[in-house]
């Protein structure tokens, strides 16, 4: 192999590694994070949160978020959020450098069914877009769960705000 080669083979191995460097950067760096919380509400019940993340130095849009199960939709905390979480329309959500937001777990019956009866696995899926370089479509974010795991948060939150109003 002549310097030629060699200079060709380093070149071109380089640029593999730059290209697939700058698709990790854009479509996986900095992904939000999301995860299921609940909070205890005034009038005594507790609802389950979606808690979205941003973990990068930049603005990103949450630009909606499916469920795969027909008996829960996630909305923004406002009527007009609720309105369009039922109908199916997920409102847009930016969120600032470490800014975290959370959406409210609705639950719908179906026919007198409810999720908890299903007993079927659920997956929230997030697309979101990065505001710097929306150019390139950043792959969306998923988490599993399951209706049991909701309730068990409920319960949980339950708890901690009978612990809190003891002392």
């Given amino acids: 192999m002549d310097f030629a080669e060699f200079y060709k083979f380093v070149g071109a191995t380089?640029?593999?590694f730059a290209t697939l460097f700058a698709l990790w950067d854009r479509m996986l760096r900095y992904r939000p994070s999301v995860s299921i919380t609940a909070e205890h509400t005034k009038n005594g019940n507790s609802r389950a949160l979606l808690r979205?993340?941003?973990q990068g130095p930049f603005d990103i849009l949450i630009e909606q978020i499916n469920s795969t199960s027909p008996h829960y939709y996630i909305s923004a905390d406002s009527m007009l959020g609720i309105v369009h979480g039922v109908v199916g329309i997920i409102m847009p959500v930016l969120l600032a450098p470490n800014e975290e937001r959370f959406l409210r777990i609705g639950e719908v019956a179906i026919d007198g069914a409810?999720?908890?009866a299903s007993g079927k696995r659920v997956r929230f899926e997030v697309c979101w877009t990065r505001s710097d370089h929306p150019f390139l479509r950043p792959f969306s974010?998923?988490?599993w769960t399951s209706p049991t795991d909701i309730e068990r948060r409920k319960q949980a939150a339950d708890i901690r705000a009978d612990e809190k109003s003891e002392d």
Wanted: glycine share 8%.
């Fill in 14 to 16: 380089l640029g593999i």
């Fill in 141 to 143: 974010v998923r988490l």
């Fill in 114 to 116: 409810t999720a908890k």
């Fill in 52 to 54: 979205v993340k941003n």
